[in-house]
Structures are given as structure tokens and as C-alpha cells.
């Protein structure tokens, strides 16, 4: 059964740093991509960044470019967000998710393009 479990929210300054982690067990993953997600209140989910786990390609959505990275450590199992420059624009629950396989394009930021989520981690940025 995969899980993926969230940590390193919390609450920062604007301009501030956090790194979250998402550690994914269950099977392997060389064949999967990860992504990011994050959902504030009232809003709908939306795309943050993704990883292939096999070659370590990475894309962004345009609001985190150059501030967020995205990196994954093979032999932990695990997926990092570094967000740096934080705004309190990105206040969300933020969400690791793995697709089956290997996508591109517009696929990557489609929530229905993962199949498995972890439960969240918030973030929350102070003005």
C-alpha cells in the first residue's frame, strides 16, 4: 500500500524559508512521477511543482518559479519542496502526490493525473 507522508510546515515571516519533506514507502517509485499541490481555503487545488523519480526532471508552476525547488532523494524514498522568498500568497495546505508513470506537459499539473496523496501540511506565511 503507498504512503506518503508530509512534514515541514509551519508558520514563517514573509520572505522566509521552509523545506517540506514527503517521505513515500510501499513500493518502488523509479517509474513515478511526484508533485507538489497546495489548496488554500476557499480555493481549488492547485499544481506546485513535479518531479520525474527516475532522471530527476523537474517543473513549476509559473507563481513559484524561481523560488520553490523540487528534489527527491532515491535511496530515502523522499521529495523535498524548498521554498524560499515565501509570500503570504502561498498560505496553503500543501500536498505530496505520485502518478503512475511517466508525464509531461499539461498532465503534470492535473490533480487527476496522481494517483495517491498524502494527508497535507500547512503553511502558513505572515505578512
Known amino acids: 500500500q503507498v504512503q506518503l507522508v508530509e512534514s515541514g510546515g509551519g508558520l514563517v515571516q514573509a520572505g522566509g524559508s521552509l523545506r517540506l519533506s514527503c517521505a513515500a514507502s510501499g513500493r518502488a517509485f523509479s517509474s513515478s512521477t511526484m508533485g507538489w499541490f497546495r489548496q488554500a481555503p476557499g480555493k481549488e487545488r492547485e499544481f506546485v511543482a513535479a518531479?520525474?523519480?527516475?532522471?530527476?526532471?523537474?517543473y513549476y508552476a509559473d507563481s513559484v518559479k524561481g523560488r520553490f525547488t523540487i528534489s527527491r532523494d532515491t535511496a530515502k524514498n523522499t521529495v523535498y519542496l524548498g521554498m524560499n522568498s515565501l509570500k503570504p500568497e502561498d498560505t496553503a495546505l500543501y500536498y505530496c502526490?505520485?502518478?503512475?508513470?511517466?508525464?509531461?506537459?499539461?498532465?503534470?499539473?492535473?490533480?487527476?493525473?496522481?494517483?495517491?496523496w498524502g494527508q497535507g501540511t500547512q503553511v502558513t506565511v505572515s505578512s
Open positions: 518531479i520525474r523519480w527516475y532522471g530527476g526532471n523537474t
Open positions: 502526490a505520485a502518478a503512475d508513470g511517466v508525464y509531461t506537459g499539461s498532465s503534470l499539473s492535473k490533480a487527476n493525473t496522481y494517483n495517491y
